[in-house]
């Protein structure tokens, strides 16, 4: 019997569900909380030194480059919180029929970028 399996997959052509976003922006958004660690801290470690730390640091964070970084940054937490969360119910079987998955995928998106614009807007 000959086998008609592709030799490599076209990432490009494939369309994931959208459970299949949602995870690959788990991960994403988790690797890119775990990069940005380290300026995070060096930001809360100048904004505690003294007060003239405090004021280098709002000199910083009033960057349009920084506040991009920074939105991207809450989108990742939010996002990994909710995606999170959602995993955590899939591990105790709750939603874990096809129409279920999907609409959690739809609320956990809606959320994150919910709170985000929230959080968004208070950063601006």
């Known amino acids: 019997?000959?086998?008609?399996?592709?030799?490599?997959?076209?990432?490009?052509?494939?369309?994931?569900p959208l459970p299949g976003w949602v995870s690959?922006?788990?991960?994403?958004?988790?690797?890119?909380?775990?990069?940005?660690?380290?300026f995070l801290l060096w930001l809360l470690d100048n904004s505690l030194h003294s007060r003239s730390s405090f004021e280098y640091f709002k000199s910083v964070i009033t960057q349009p480059l920084v506040k991009?970084?920074?939105?991207?940054?809450?989108?990742?937490?939010?996002?990994?919180?909710?995606a999170g969360l959602r995993y955590?119910?899939?591990?105790f079987h709750w939603g874990t029929e096809l129409a279920a998955a999907r609409m959690s995928s739809r609320i956990v998106l809606a959320v994150s970028l919910t709170l985000t614009a929230i959080a968004g807007a208070l950063l601006w």
């Open 1 to 16: 019997m000959e086998k008609t399996r592709p030799k490599h997959l076209d990432l490009f052509t494939i369309r994931l």
């Open 24 to 38: 690959i922006l788990h991960r994403v958004s988790g690797f890119g909380l775990f990069i940005c660690l380290p």
């Open 68 to 82: 991009l970084l920074l939105l991207g940054l809450i989108w990742a937490f939010f996002h990994h919180l909710c």
């Open 88 to 91: 955590l119910a899939l591990d």
